[in-house]
């Protein structure tokens, strides 16, 4: 079974400062990995994703993600953080074959910008 | 560009009432998802259906049904609806199985409910 871990369920920075929210993953075999983001009262939106090819990804709204696999980790960075940051963020993990094509989330990370 | 379309956004039960939670997708996609999300528990599978006309369990399926309609519709019943229901429930759905980019899952904006 896989599984997914987010160290920390809030973390708060201050504007401009580096944003790093931490995912690790549990799996026989490297999964894809995925980043999802939660506005107030709103549905999840994909941040970005790793499937194969280049370790670290790009995302939407500057955010990147490096997939280490000797680590088994997924960690979520952004250079400078914005007060439209504000939200929760979630990792989570997809079985490569198989599966029935189903999420694994972690607990998700509520991150807070302070001025 | 509606995507992924919850029903209704807020409701209210009492203990022992039921209710169905609507979901329709226009993106053509084929598989669907109910999820639960909980403070600290992040999101939990209820139900999927990875086509029309099949369904399987999640996670946590115990006190919910469920029904593929048609492509777009996935519909998440409670027949009697309990106080540890109250969530707010997500649907959601993708493309197809596969590699890559068709594993997205696209969610609607989630139905928050609470049981009295």
């Known amino acids: 079974a896989q599984s997914v871990t987010q160290l920390g369920s809030h973390v708060s920075v201050s504007e401009g400062a580096l944003v790093l929210l931490r995912c690790n993953y549990s799996?026989?075999?490297?999964?894809?990995l995925f980043w999802y983001v939660q506005y107030p009262n709103q549905g999840l939106q994909l941040l970005l994703k790793y499937t194969t090819g280049a370790t670290l990804v790009k995302g939407i709204n500057g955010f990147e993600a490096e997939f280490k696999k000797s680590e088994t980790s997924f960690h979520l960075t952004k250079p400078s953080a914005h007060m439209s940051d504000a939200a929760e963020y979630f990792c989570a993990v997809k079985r490569v074959a198989g599966g029935g094509n189903k999420l694994t989330f972690g607990t998700g990370t509520q991150l807070k910008v302070e001025l | 560009n509606a995507g992924v379309t919850q029903t209704p956004k807020f409701q209210v039960l009492k203990t022992g009432q039921s209710m169905t939670l609507q979901c329709a997708q226009d993106m053509n996609h084929n598989s669907m998802y109910w999820y639960r999300q909980d403070p600290g528990m992040g999101l939990r599978l209820i139900y999927y259906?990875?086509?029309?006309?099949?369904?399987d369990k999640g996670e946590v399926p115990n006190g919910y049904n469920v029904s593929r309609l048609n492509k777009r519709e996935f519909s998440l019943r409670l027949e009697s609806a309990a106080p540890s229901q109250t969530s707010v429930y997500f649907c959601?759905?993708?493309?197809?199985?596969?590699?890559?980019?068709?594993?997205?899952?696209?969610f609607g904006a989630g139905t928050r409910l609470s049981v009295l």
């Open positions: 799996s026989s075999v490297p999964p894809y």
């Open positions: 259906s990875a086509s029309e006309g099949t369904t």
């Open positions: 959601a759905s993708s493309e197809a199985r596969g590699p890559g980019a068709k594993n997205i899952q696209y």
